[in-house]
């Protein structure tokens, strides 16, 4: 398994949508929320997207993240096949993500995701994943996402 490191990897907007709405659409559990993921797969065009491959060349998982501000970069959008959990992609695109990040300047990686209060145990691993990956809890908001989907802010030095 290989993550390709293009930068600009996926140039063409169509492609990266595509991209999107095949992982996002293999991973109901945490985007069932159809308006929210029609959201991601529109937006992703306008976002650097970081693709992982298996060894036939399929796309497995995506990271896609944009700028926050000049000190932080977003982990906007991600997710890796259902097949593929728990075999270390998603492991290897954050390892590319913080090293791309740290070459652009970035001080911080922050992501939003659903807090531990839900008890949703999707997100429950979503979060074990961030934690293992070096983030720490930086604020929780009952109000970002909406009152029955409280977001957690996590956020990495680098």
Not at 10 to 34: C, M, S, V, Y
Not at 56 to 64: A, E, M, W
């Amino acid at each position: 398994m290989e993550v390709l490191k293009e930068y600009n990897n996926i140039n063409n907007a169509h492609k990266k949508q595509e991209i999107a709405k095949t992982i996002l659409r293999d991973l109901p559990e945490w985007f069932g929320l159809e308006e929210s993921t029609l959201e991601y797969i529109e937006t992703v065009k306008d976002y650097l997207m970081i693709v992982a491959y298996d060894n036939d060349d399929k796309v497995i998982g995506f990271y896609s993240v944009r700028e926050e501000n000049i000190d932080v970069l977003d982990m906007y959008v991600l997710g890796v096949l259902k097949e593929y959990h728990n075999k270390g992609v998603g492991s290897l695109l954050q390892e590319f993500v913080d090293k791309y990040a740290l070459s652009k300047g970035y001080k911080y990686l922050m992501v939003l995701t659903l807090a531990k209060k839900a008890n949703n145990k999707e997100y429950l691993l979503t979060r074990n994943f961030y934690l293992k990956m070096n983030f720490s809890d930086f604020y929780q908001n009952d109000d970002i996402f909406d009152k029955n989907n409280p977001c957690q802010i996590m956020i990495k030095q680098l």
